[in-house]
């Protein structure tokens, strides 16, 4: 790393931890990186870091296209989720041109096909946005000319832990889904046709902002994307999900799951339901790097047990419990149980 490289990481991580309104911080981050990188265009995304799946995304919009598509096409055509995260961390990498992954000329290849080569952008960078050890989302920037030379590649590794930083932050704030009015329709069923809506499910929709599935929020159009090419290159039959906070707070836990019929026409069920204190949960405390046995007593505590009862359902010594409890009030920056509940995992809980 260069002395010109630390301080770039220093000035972002300043930025990526900075007090402002969350819903500006993908743009204040991405100005800055305009600055030392220069790119014609880029796709952002938070993903779920159980499933990978994208849950919320922004970037630029050009005419054949907009940043969603970039996504939701591959995993529809590949299967795999998400193609450019694993490659990267089975290298020890988390940042690389398009073209060391894959053919990015590739004329099988959906984003070389319907985003670069329509719109004149022949080099891609993408950057897998972990920060310890936990992937959070994705960055891809391309540009016409030149190619990404290996100090940006550098230069951009270096900047990982705080853009994943960042995008945590924006991934657990409630806000809209940055690309959703804007979306393309789901990869595999031209018409998108609703047979049929609940509800429970029109309720949930109208708090997420969304009238009807013709432009479906990130979330919804990555899981029945990878639902139907999972489907159709017979994967496991786990079904694809992934977490997300609307608007309201709410956090919502969505699933999708391809339905077989007799005219094969392709139909997808999508269950969107409340997320369960135990989908949540997991995420807030793997956000603020709470170890497992660190968010079993810190759930515990949000549940009001007492240490020795704390103690005597994990088979730890009281003592033990009052460690973890001082590493946990740590890690998340308060000085009580109270605050523990009320101010960490108070607003996600009581909107799950």
């Given amino acids: ?3 010109e490289h630390a301080e770039q990481a220093r000035r972002f991580e300043r930025l990526a931890n900075a007090p402002m309104d969350i819903a500006r911080l993908p743009d204040k981050v991405l100005e800055a990186l305009r600055r030392v990188v220069q790119f014609d265009a880029f796709c952002w995304g938070a993903v779920d870091p159980a499933s990978l ?3 919320r995304a922004t970037g630029t919009t050009i005419p054949h296209t907009t940043p969603l598509i970039w996504e939701v096409h591959e995993l529809a055509a590949r299967g795999v989720v998400p193609r450019d995260v694993r490659p990267l961390a089975r290298s020890g990498r988390h940042v690389a041109r398009m073209s060391e992954i894959v053919d990015e000329r590739s004329e099988r290849h959906a984003v070389y096909q319907r985003v670069l080569a329509p719109n004149g952008l022949e080099h891609q960078l993408r950057a897998a946005l972990v920060a310890d050890g936990t992937h959070w989302g994705l960055l891809h920037i ?16 270096t900047l990982v ?8 932050r924006w991934l657990l704030a409630d806000g809209n889904d940055a690309t959703g009015a ?6 595999g069923d031209r018409d998108n046709e609703i047979d049929s809506i609940s509800t429970e499910a ?9 009238a009807d599935l013709k432009r479906p929020p990130s979330a919804i159009a990555a899981v029945v994307g990878t639902a139907r090419a999972r489907t159709d290159r017979n994967h ?13 707070g709410t956090w919502l836990h969505v699933r999708a799951t391809d339905l077989t019929r007799s005219d094969r026409k392709p139909r997808t069920a999508i269950l969107l339901e409340r997320a369960s204190h135990d989908h949540v949960a997991p995420l807030i405390a793997r956000a603020h790097q709470l170890s497992h046995r660190e968010t079993q007593i810190a759930l515990l505590v949000v549940r009001g047990l007492s240490t020795s009862e704390i103690a005597a359902k994990l088979f730890i010594s009281p003592y033990t419990v009052q460690d973890h409890l001082k590493s946990i009030f740590e890690k998340v920056g308060v000085r009580s149980r109270r605050e523990l509940a009320t101010d ?4 996600h809980l009581h909107a799950a």
């Fill in 1 to 3: 790393m260069t002395l």
């Fill in 53 to 55: 799946l994208p849950t």
């Fill in 142 to 157: 391309e540009r016409r000319r030149p190619s990404f030379t290996s100090s940006e590649i550098v230069l951009v590794d």
């Fill in 161 to 168: 832990p705080h853009l994943a930083h960042a995008l945590r």
């Fill in 182 to 187: 804007r979306s393309p329709e789901v990869p």
């Fill in 202 to 210: 029109e309720h949930w929709l109208s708090e997420w902002g969304f």
């Fill in 236 to 248: 496991d039959e786990t079904i694809p999900s992934a977490r997300v906070r609307i608007p309201t």
């Fill in 344 to 347: 960490i995992f108070g607003p």
